[in-house]
């Protein structure tokens, strides 16, 4: 099928920075979009902000996305946004690799589980997970702590998806770069609408896009 003329799409961590700015992005392509978080009051001022909808997802509580996903019935785009970083070492017991690995990996292959039998009875979806260089293995698998890690899982998830799902359901990685935002810090050189731009071009592929990959600046990556 082709693409809906007003996709709905469900962003994750959406209530600042790069994700607010994916969701205002897509809006204004036409989507009908919902933004997720875990803070309630913060997703809800950023929602009305925007003037779109706002679902309680807290990543580490799979009742509330089980709750959103199951009042909303599903939706075409899924972008996976939410993420966590902590500089504190693999081998410290304060490490927060499990906590990562939940936001970056597990609570994404549950929404893209809860999300199929939309994707099944629509004929068309899309999957966006944002990574990072720090979770290529091409460019050092660098960054602090578990983040590098996570995202290198991420990117395996996303291969490993872009199998299992259906022809229709594209999924794609992609690295926004470095970025003016709060993990990013102020001396980023990109702004949040400038990281937006990938993730938004690959939320609304066609149907003879590429699925399975890993992507910078509208161009393949290495992993």
Not at 9 to 17: C, F, Q, Y
Not at 111 to 125: K, S
Not at 126 to 142: D, F, K, T, Y
Not at 168 to 177: E, I, S
Request: with cysteine; net charge negative; proline share 7%.
């Amino acid at each position: 099928m082709t693409r809906p003329l007003h996709p709905t799409a469900l962003v994750t961590g959406a209530n600042r920075g790069l994700g607010k700015a994916i969701a205002a992005g897509l809006m204004a392509r036409g989507c009908a979009v919902t933004i997720g978080a875990r803070d309630v009051t913060l997703g809800q001022a950023a929602a009305d902000d925007l003037g779109c909808g706002f679902a309680h997802i807290d990543l580490h509580d799979p009742d509330s996305y089980f709750a959103a996903l199951t009042r909303s019935g599903g939706y075409d785009i899924l972008i996976n946004n939410a993420g966590t970083l902590n500089d504190v070492s693999l081998l410290s017991p304060r490490s927060s690799f499990s906590e990562e690995m939940e936001t970056a990996v597990h609570a994404p292959l549950d929404l893209v589980r809860l999300n199929l039998p939309h994707w099944q009875r629509t004929g068309w979806g899309r999957v966006v997970n944002i990574s990072s260089v720090w979770g290529s293995h091409a460019a050092g698998l660098e960054g602090p702590g578990a983040y590098g890690v996570a995202k290198a899982a991420l990117n395996a998830l996303t291969r490993a998806l872009a199998r299992d799902l259906p022809d229709y359901v594209k999924v794609n990685a992609c690295n926004p770069g470095w970025m003016s935002t709060r993990m990013g810090g102020a001396s980023a050189p990109l702004t949040p609408e400038q990281g937006a731009e990938t993730p938004i071009w690959l939320a609304l592929l066609p149907d003879d896009g590429p699925t399975g990959g890993l992507f910078s600046n509208r161009q393949p990556a290495a992993w």
